[in-house]
Nanobody, 125 residues
């Protein structure tokens, strides 16, 4: 069964850090671009970070550039999103997805076909 499962969400204080994980089963992430998206209440889904299938080239939206880092562990079949210096505006449900391509400023949902169920991140003091 092809599946993506996110984990690592929770409550974090402003300025703090959190690491999200996206674990794949039933297929290898090695061959796919992997994107992280988020959706805050009442807002549209936003692509925040992406890592390509080869050369590990990464891209980020302007809203997270310099604060978030995406990486992959091919041996474990996991992609991570390290979130540093978080802000209240980072509060959202975060989803990972596997797909075909990354844009230079982050992932576009139309290129991604396999999605996880999401993990909730709340930034609050």
């Amino acid at each position: 069964q092809v599946q993506l499962v996110e984990s690592g969400g929770g409550l974090v204080q402003p300025g703090g850090s959190l690491r999200l994980s996206c674990a794949a089963s039933g297929f290898s992430l090695y061959y796919y671009a992997v994107g992280w998206f988020r959706q805050a209440p009442g807002k549209e889904r936003e692509g925040v970070s992406c890592i390509r299938s080869n050369y590990n080239i990464t891209s980020y939206s302007d809203s997270v550039k310099g604060r978030f880092t995406i990486s992959r562990d091919n041996a474990l079949n996991i992609v991570y999103l390290q979130m540093n210096s978080v802000k209240a505006g980072d509060t959202a449900v975060y989803y990972c997805a596997a797909g075909a391509a990354c844009n230079s400023d982050g992932p576009l949902a139309r290129y991604f076909g396999t999605w996880g169920q999401g993990t909730s991140v709340t930034v609050s003091s």
